[in-house]
């Protein structure tokens, strides 16, 4: 039995941080103490510093195996370890896990190639894969994916059907949510117009679209009693939308992503295809609405939204946006932004960062309480940040593969020192130190 201690620890408890040592054995949490326990294999003094759970990203994708150019399991979770991520949920791109085949083998790439523990969104759903969702949800994957716009387009029908089954499963419909004729009425004025530039692509979808989205899920989620998740979040009026279909008893949860909470459309002038995504970037208004709905509770989550391309799948979009493609390397800086931008500008507490980073993901997609709190009996899966820790973010530092961030030169206080899953050290001072071997797949509890 393998044990050690986290001495001089502050943790949260009811708001308030609490100094506490940590006694780890056999990978997970055996107690909360003030006592030292003199008898443990190892020591690690947390001088004061803050020890949070290790964060829980919802939806990142680590493209194996197919554009492992960009990020596979290896190179992504080890980004995540060091951006004190313990725990991801991979979401699919363009190879579909709509099969129990195809998850199976998804679990055992991540068994083999990650360093962290994960879990797997199945997607994308339509009519034809649809009879699959039980063998699936099965398998432990009870959160599907779907779109209400291209590519993966979904019509109102099939999101219904695609409600009641997994309704029926105990799952969730996680919904890539934007309105396909809002896009689609764009999209011809914008060709008409012969436009290219960067700011055309976030004309393509702007916040109506959103809005239309999520209203028409709402509603859909309300006469059938499904439990949906709104990927990405980018508008205030969804989030408003949102607010009040919660109050009305909606079983509907979100996500917003780092980027959404950081830059706004205007930042496309000097960063261009860089900063492309889908949904685009709206503006300041709805920055703050964004960040108000994490405090409030209406945003439940934060996920990276993680999904890097390479300078030369970017570059093209200086002259031709639609060429450019659309997505950021996110999972690293996740959590040094949001203890900068959100705790150190007094946007969020710590206790909001927790709820929204560790305890609400772990929860929302069945990890919880294994996942995504400090707390007796959990796994000791935890990250040792310093609040004034100051560093000037630079790629070529990142462990993230494309070598590009959004947030380059931005100087951000508050930085993940220590990483650790199941009481191994995955991460330590800039030090990777964990190793594809023993990362475990974790069923969905919902
Ligand atoms: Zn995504």
Known sequence: MSSLQISNARILRQGKLIGTNILVADGRIRS????????????????GRIV???LVDGHAHLYDPEFTYREDFTSGTIAAAAGGVTTVVEMILTTPVDSPDRVQEKIEEGRRSSIIDFSLHAGMMNTGNLPNIPAIAKLGVRSFKTFTCKPYYADDHTLKSLMRETSMNRSILDVHAEDEDVANENLKKLQAE????????????PNLAEERAVKKLIQMAQGIGARVH?????????????RKAKRGGVKITCETCPHYLTFTRKDMKKQGPYLKMNPSLKGPRDVDALWRGLRTGTVDIVTSEHAPGTRDEKEPGWTDIWKAWGGVPAIE????VLLSEGVNKNRLTLATLERACCENPAKIFGFYPRKGVLQEGADADLVIVDLKMKRKVKAAKLHQKVGWTPYEGWTLKGWPILTMRRGQILYK??????KPDGAEFLPMNI
């Open 194 to 205: 012969g436009r290219k530039d960067p700011l055309a692509h976030s004309e393509w979808k």
């Open 333 to 336: 800086t996740m959590l040094p």
């Open 429 to 434: 001072e800039n030090e990777i130190l964990g």
């Open 52 to 54: 949070l759970p290790g």
């Open 230 to 242: 709104i990927s990405h979040l980018s508008t205030r009026e969804a989030v408003a939308a949102i």
């Open 32 to 47: 909360l103490t003030r006592h030292d326990d003199l008898n443990v294999d190892r020591t690690i003094d947390a001088k």
